[in-house]
């Protein structure tokens, strides 16, 4: 299987991606918030990609099942019940609700995936489970790194690590199924740079310093642990949830918020 790795959902369009295995990694936060919710017992996350379509969806959903949850600006949106920070997405929260998910890059990579083969969604939190996923999935695959839209460059450093991280993973499972594209080679020489030190990178790199500026300093040390929560996200129609396997494992597990902090 051939890996590839976009720096930037931000320069891609939902053409190029048609048909590709894709896994969409937003490590601060928004995988980490939608792998949360799903293992707390949350029954779906519809990514969307404006505040608008938001409004516009949940107009047409029951009220007492439905949340909106996401950030403008690492903030809480303005009439929504939840912002982006995981630790908000609780068990007592979440359990049983639909939650409409709009975030400035996550989300929208995740819709962007609309016509993908397959699409998955991965953090350091659950990565071995998506090293286990492609691996079943034995096709070629691109890890597409959200990134920042406010950047020129579109470019987030803990992204492209999570995404080395994974191809070393993969690499040592087993070097001879997997080819790399150069872009992959670029994300396993920058994984292996920061490798002993992903709580410290995500401290420093630009939206980590961003985030504790806001006050969200705690979640960076939870998006940094490495497989706390055991399920892999995916794509179903419109709307992300967890397999039925992973369901039923973490339906006799603790919920996820108790497993990462
Ligand atoms: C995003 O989707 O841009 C992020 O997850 C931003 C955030 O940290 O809330």
Same mark, same amino acid.
């Given at each position: 299987m051939k890996i590839d790795v &976009? $720096?930037? &959902?931000?320069?891609?369009?939902e053409l190029q991606l048609r048909d590709k295995n894709v896994l969409v990694i937003d490590v601060l936060r928004s995988s980490t918030t939608v792998i949360t919710a799903l293992a707390n017992g949350a029954r779906e996350i519809i990514p969307v990609a404006s505040v608008e379509s938001a409004v516009k969806i949940s107009g047409s959903l029951f009220g007492d099942v439905t949340l909106r949850g996401g950030e403008r600006n690492g903030r809480i949106i303005q009439g $929504?019940?939840?912002?982006?920070?995981?630790?908000?997405?609780t068990e007592a929260t979440v359990k049983g609700k639909s939650i409409i998910f709009c975030t400035t890059n996550g989300a929208v990579a995740m819709t962007k995936?609309?016509?993908?083969?397959m699409m998955g969604v991965t953090g350091f939190v659950n990565i071995s489970k998506s090293v286990e996923l492609l691996q079943g999935v034995e096709e070629d695959a691109l890890l597409l790194c959200s990134g920042r839209a406010g950047a020129t460059s579109g470019f987030s450093i803990e992204d492209t690590v999570c995404a080395g991280m994974m191809i070393d993973m993969l690499l040592e499972a087993d070097a001879a199924a997997v080819e790399l594209a150069d872009s992959s080679l670029a994300a396993l020489s920058l994984y292996k740079r920061y490798a002993r030190s992903i709580p410290k990178l995500l401290r420093e790199c630009d939206h980590g310093k961003y985030l504790a500026e806001i006050g969200f300093e705690e979640d960076l040390a939870l998006c940094s642990k490495v497989d706390t929560i055991p399920v892999v996200p995916i794509l179903q129609g419109t709307s992300v949830r967890l397999k039925r396997d992973d369901r039923q494992t973490q339906e006799t597990e603790e919920p996820a918020q108790n497993v990462s902090s």
């Amino acid at each position: 299987m051939k890996i590839d790795v &976009a $720096f930037s &959902a931000t320069h891609v369009d939902e053409l190029q991606l048609r048909d590709k295995n894709v896994l969409v990694i937003d490590v601060l936060r928004s995988s980490t918030t939608v792998i949360t919710a799903l293992a707390n017992g949350a029954r779906e996350i519809i990514p969307v990609a404006s505040v608008e379509s938001a409004v516009k969806i949940s107009g047409s959903l029951f009220g007492d099942v439905t949340l909106r949850g996401g950030e403008r600006n690492g903030r809480i949106i303005q009439g $929504f019940n939840l912002g982006n920070s995981p630790l908000e997405y609780t068990e007592a929260t979440v359990k049983g609700k639909s939650i409409i998910f709009c975030t400035t890059n996550g989300a929208v990579a995740m819709t962007k995936c609309r016509y993908a083969r397959m699409m998955g969604v991965t953090g350091f939190v659950n990565i071995s489970k998506s090293v286990e996923l492609l691996q079943g999935v034995e096709e070629d695959a691109l890890l597409l790194c959200s990134g920042r839209a406010g950047a020129t460059s579109g470019f987030s450093i803990e992204d492209t690590v999570c995404a080395g991280m994974m191809i070393d993973m993969l690499l040592e499972a087993d070097a001879a199924a997997v080819e790399l594209a150069d872009s992959s080679l670029a994300a396993l020489s920058l994984y292996k740079r920061y490798a002993r030190s992903i709580p410290k990178l995500l401290r420093e790199c630009d939206h980590g310093k961003y985030l504790a500026e806001i006050g969200f300093e705690e979640d960076l040390a939870l998006c940094s642990k490495v497989d706390t929560i055991p399920v892999v996200p995916i794509l179903q129609g419109t709307s992300v949830r967890l397999k039925r396997d992973d369901r039923q494992t973490q339906e006799t597990e603790e919920p996820a918020q108790n497993v990462s902090s």
